[in-house]
């Protein structure tokens, strides 16, 4: 019978160890990931603000279709894109 130590026995331990370091720190990761992602669509904003600005000067603080925050990627404006056809 094999001992409790053997190699292939030794080489899954070391294998779970490794994943168990990894999982501990992957919520430090997403949340990492998070926040530069929130920085991200805050700088694509104000881009979007100034090409805005630059295209139209007399309709600078508008948007298209005259709603605030239409082109914003969020769960409600999806919705109301797909309920709208």
Do not use: H
Not at 14 to 41: C, E, K, S
Not at 56 to 62: L, V
Request: no cysteine; proline share 6%.
């Amino acid at each position: 019978m094999d001992s409790i130590f053997g190699t292939g026995n030794l080489v899954l331990q070391v294998l779970f160890l490794i994943l168990v370091i990894v999982w501990m720190f992957v919520p430090f990761a997403v949340l990492a990931i998070r926040r530069l992602l929130v920085q991200l669509v805050q700088k694509q904003d104000e881009t979007n603000n100034l090409l805005r600005s630059l295209m139209s000067p007399a309709a600078a603080g508008t948007t298209p279709e005259g709603s605030p925050g239409r082109d914003r990627p969020t769960l409600g404006n999806i919705m109301k894109q797909v309920r709208e056809g």
